[in-house]
């Protein structure tokens, strides 16, 4: 998001926007793909799309400053967490993904015309941006719920599988994915207190 904001910033000084088609972020290397839109195509919805964000620290609820407001949590009161989050950026706040085209990239990954060619690590890499591409216009339109990942162990204490709560989450309604770049994470679209009922119920789930 911080790449992508400084390519907005630089889009915008020749009078033009952007719009993300993917966002990636692997090993030590990041890297992203836009479209150019010339003015009247996007760029105004650039521009409102640099922002900067108040990140709680100690449950990660997160708040676009532009809007007007903090982290709707409870914690606090202490430096950096509730209303007290430290504001940072600016940042990218719009979606990394174009849900289409991921779709598109992943048909062509799959095709018979690409085994030998395209590897089986980046084939199950475009399946997982997918899905957050998906997670990311669930509903029809893009929330700014689904910018950060949440670590199910952040919730509370011990680590419960990320399948099994993913599951919790889809039967609550909320969308779900994996995140591309870390092993450990989900993105989903639910609030913060219903990711971490979830994560609690889980973990508090008797043995079978």
């Known amino acids: 998001r911080v790449l992508l904001a400084a390519a907005a910033r630089s889009a915008g000084r020749t009078g033009r926007g952007i719009v993300p088609v993917y ?3 692997k090993d030590r290397y990041c890297l992203a793909g836009v479209r150019v839109v010339r003015r009247g195509g996007g760029v105004d919805s650039t521009a409102e799309n640099i922002q900067t964000v108040r990140i709680c620290r100690a449950c990660g609820v997160h708040a676009v400053v532009g809007d007007g407001d903090v982290p709707s949590c409870e914690c606090g009161p ?7 989050a430290v504001e940072e950026g600016p940042l990218w706040v719009g979606p990394l993904f174009d849900a289409e085209a991921v779709r ?3 048909r062509m990954a ?8 395209i590897s089986g690590e980046t084939r199950l890499l475009l399946d997982t941006i997918l899905g957050e591409a998906e997670v990311e216009c669930a509903g ?6 689904t910018m950060f990942y949440r670590r199910p162990s952040a919730a ?6 990320l399948a099994v709560v993913a599951e919790r989450l889809r039967r ?3 969308a ?4 591309h770049f870390c092993a450990r994470s989900l993105r989903s679209d639910a609030p913060a207190t219903e990711f971490d009922g979830a994560v609690r119920g889980v973990v508090s789930r008797p043995a079978p």
């Open 23 to 25: 966002a990636v972020s």
């Open 78 to 84: 202490a430096d950096g967490v509730g209303a007290n």
């Open 104 to 106: 598109g990239m992943r």
């Open 110 to 117: 799959h095709c018979e015309e690409a085994d030998g060619i």
């Open 140 to 145: 029809g339109a893009y929330d700014t719920k």
């Open 156 to 161: 509370g204490s011990g680590a419960p599988g």
């Open 172 to 174: 609550c309604g909320f």
């Open 176 to 179: 779900v994915s994996k995140t």
